[in-house]
């Protein structure tokens, strides 16, 4: 793809050479020179000194081609304007925008605006992490947690699907018994080892985890 990111720190150096490592056209946008050498050595992408919602500095980087653009400078105002510009203007089919402050999150997905949110992303991530000594966390779905069990049930003890959704406000997605993998109905027996994924509201994670831990 041809992929155009805006902003050279931390974030847009890093993001810049993933791509560029995996295989992507990748043009980088900045308007400090220095910022540049953030790239190292490796980077074999375009860079274009200027500033990223500025017409000229855009068509340099290829912009009539990009197949998407990310936003990533240290100015939430100036990420927003960019991504406006690359939308409206230039019809850009993928926009994603970096984010500082998780309150304006509302506002951006009203607009539709594909964002990410640094505060919020490594909220949820030590989030996961302190949830993962329960059960192995896999994303987030609202108020619900997606997560992986094992199941230590006592000696010849069993239960169905439905006793646990009854029991906690989850749903069983899938089983894996005897290293075989099914999609459970609600009367699917839940043996001591199997390992099951669980869509569980987040208020019952940790109570759901003691239960299978027990």
Do not use: W
């Not at 375009?46 to 068509?59: H, K, N, Q, T, W």
């Not at 949830?131 to 006592?154: K, P, V, W």
């Amino acid at each position: 793809m041809n992929i155009i990111v805006v902003g050279c720190g931390r974030v847009g150096s890093h993001l810049a050479t993933l791509l560029s490592e995996d295989g992507h056209n990748v043009s980088v946008i900045d308007r400090n020179a220095d910022s540049f050498k953030n790239l190292g050595r490796d980077f074999n992408g375009r860079i274009v000194r200027g500033i990223g919602f500025d017409e000229s500095a855009l068509m340099d980087a290829g912009i009539d081609e990009a197949d998407v653009i990310a936003a990533v400078t240290s100015n939430d105002n100036a990420n927003l304007m960019i991504a406006e510009v690359a939308r409206r203007i230039y019809e850009v089919p993928h926009v994603i925008t970096r984010l500082y402050e998780a309150r304006r999150e509302k506002t951006y997905a009203q607009l539709g605006i594909d964002f990410a949110c640094g505060t919020t992303l490594v909220a949820e991530e030590i989030f996961s992490k302190i949830q993962s000594g329960h059960g192995h966390h896999i994303d987030t779905f609202g108020s619900y947690e997606l997560a992986r069990f094992a199941f230590n049930l006592e000696d010849d003890t069993t239960m169905s699907c439905s006793e646990l959704e009854k029991d906690y406000d989850a749903r069983v997605v899938a089983v894996e018994h005897d290293d075989e993998t099914i999609l459970p109905s609600q009367d699917t027996i839940l043996h001591d080892g199997d390992v099951a994924i669980v869509c569980v509201a987040r208020e019952d994670f940790g109570r759901l985890s003691r239960f299978i831990r027990s």
